[in-house]
């Protein structure tokens, strides 16, 4: 969105400052979700669920992390409720902060540059789309829940037919 903005005159900032800010949040950002989690640890894990925050969140992530690992970090950029989790777990299991480093600018810059650089293009090509921003972010909302959902149902799925299976055995 905010490289559509920056390409229809809407902001007025320089598509290079909006792309090397954006960078730098989005890095700082996961910096401060590595250190929460390197410093709440633990007592995370024991947290009753809330209205801002939900135990099967930290859960999500907790599996998208242990099996891409690292891969987590930059891929999770692409998910709204990995990206927020994604860092913090990797706080909790203290993950080498070297590590940490390198794929939290390889995704930052991966992300940014995918999605405000789209924008920008887009929104260059097409000025009329400014006309029509609810329903971009309707839809990149949409677009970037639908994998996490699609999972979510297939685990769930996955665990009825266990539940079928153990109780055809039990039977």
């Not at 909006?18 to 995370?44: C, D, E, K, M, Q």
């Not at 979510?152 to 055809?168: C, P, S």
């Amino acid at each position: 969105m905010a490289g559509l903005l920056c390409s229809t005159g809407r902001f007025d900032i320089s598509i290079y400052t909006l792309v090397l800010s954006l960078i730098a949040a989005g890095v700082l950002g996961n910096y401060t979700g590595y250190w929460f989690g390197y410093r709440a640890g633990p007592s995370l894990f024991k947290k009753d669920n809330s209205i801002f925050f939900k135990q099967h969140h930290i859960v999500i992530a907790e599996e998208f992390y242990t099996k891409h690992g690292g891969k987590a970090l930059v891929l999770g950029r692409f998910f709204p409720i990995i990206r927020t989790f994604a860092p913090i777990f990797a706080g909790v299991v203290k993950v080498d902060i070297k590590k940490f480093t390198l794929y939290n600018f390889i995704g930052s810059i991966t992300w940014v540059c995918t999605f405000t650089l789209s924008g920008y293009f887009l929104g260059r090509k097409y000025p009329q789309l400014k006309n029509y921003i609810e329903y971009i972010v309707i839809g990149l909302i949409v677009a970037t829940s639908l994998p996490l959902v699609y999972a979510v149902y297939k685990r769930k799925q996955h665990i009825r037919e266990r539940v079928n299976e153990l109780n055809k055995v039990n039977k």
